[in-house]
C-alpha cells in the first residue's frame, strides 16, 4: 500500500530534550516536506527537500533541521525544543513535479513540549 | 510566492451544491491551483488541480477565470461526510514552496 509513515504519532516531551520525528514514503518520491498545524493558521511548511541531499526552508524552519541521506526518508529533527514547537506535525510526499502533482500526507505527529 | 484568502467557514444543507473561492492575486504564470480536504487528526487529501478554465472529477470541479487571481472549487451535492476544511493551495512554480492558507471550514447540516 502506498503511504508516507510519520512515527511517533503521540510525542509529549520537556524542554531542551532533543527528538527526532521519523518521515518514510515507499512511492519513490522525489519531493518530501514537513508542515506543522496550528490552530487558526493552516499548515505551514517547515523545510522540504527536491532530492536526496537536497533540502530547503519552508516558511518557519526556525529551531527545526532536517537531512535527506535516501530517498525514502526525511526526518524532522528538533534539537531543543521549545513549548511554541508545540504542534500537529505532518510529513508529505509528491512524485516531484509539485505543479501537476499531488501531495500525500502522513497521518500527523501530535507534539507537546513541556 | 503567491498568498491565498479562503472565507473562514461556510455552512450547507445535505444535497446542495457549495462553492468555495480562493484568491490568489500574486500567481505566478508557472503556478497550478490546488485543492485539499482535510478531516479533523488527518492529513490532507488531494482532491483536485487545475491551471485555467475549468477542470472535473469524480469528486469535484474547478473553475479558474482567465485572469487566474482567484479559483473556485465546487462541491456537486454535498453530504454529511463532506464536512471538513477545505484548502487551497498555489504552487512556487520555481522552488517547490507551497502555501497552504487557513482554510475554509465548510460545515454541511442534514
Known amino acids: 500500500e502506498a503511504q508516507v509513515t510519520q512515527n511517533p504519532r503521540y510525542l509529549i516531551t520537556v524542554t531542551g530534550k532533543k527528538l527526532t520525528v521519523t518521515c518514510s514514503q515507499n512511492?519513490?518520491?522525489?519531493?518530501m516536506s514537513w508542515y506543522r498545524q496550528d490552530p487558526g493558521l493552516g499548515l505551514r511548511q517547515i523545510y522540504y527537500?527536491?532530492?536526496?541531499?537536497?533540502?530547503d526552508k519552508g516558511d518557519v524552519p526556525e529551531g527545526y533541521k532536517v537531512s535527506r541521506k535516501e530517498k525514502r526518508n526525511f526526518p524532522l529533527i528538533l534539537e531543543s525544543p521549545s513549548p511554541n514547537q508545540t504542534s500537529l506535525y505532518f510529513c508529505?510526499?509528491?512524485?516531484?513535479?509539485?505543479?501537476?502533482?499531488?501531495?500525500?500526507f502522513g497521518e500527523g505527529s501530535r507534539l507537546t513540549v513541556l | 510566492l503567491a498568498k491565498t484568502t479562503q472565507p473562514i467557514s461556510m455552512d450547507s444543507y445535505e444535497g446542495q451544491e457549495v462553492n468555495i473561492t480562493c484568491s490568489h492575486n500574486?500567481?505566478?504564470?508557472?503556478?497550478?491551483i490546488t485543492w485539499y480536504q482535510q478531516f479533523p487528526s488527518q492529513g490532507p487529501r488531494f482532491i483536485i488541480q487545475?491551471?485555467?478554465t475549468k477542470v472535473t472529477n469524480e469528486v469535484a470541479s474547478l473553475f479558474i477565470p482567465a485572469d487566474r487571481k482567484s479559483s473556485t472549487l465546487s462541491l456537486p451535492r454535498v453530504s454529511l461526510s463532506d464536512t471538513a476544511v477545505y484548502y487551497c493551495?498555489?504552487?512556487?512554480?520555481?522552488?517547490?514552496?507551497?502555501?497552504f492558507g487557513a482554510g475554509t471550514r465548510l460545515f454541511v447540516k442534514a
Open positions: 508529505a510526499s509528491s512524485l516531484g513535479v509539485l505543479e501537476t502533482g499531488e501531495l500525500f
Open positions: 512511492m519513490n518520491h522525489e519531493y
Open positions: 527537500s527536491m532530492n536526496v541531499e537536497v533540502t
Open positions: 500574486n500567481i505566478a504564470t508557472n503556478d497550478y
Open positions: 487545475g491551471y485555467k
Open positions: 493551495l498555489v504552487g512556487d512554480g520555481g522552488g517547490f514552496k507551497t502555501i
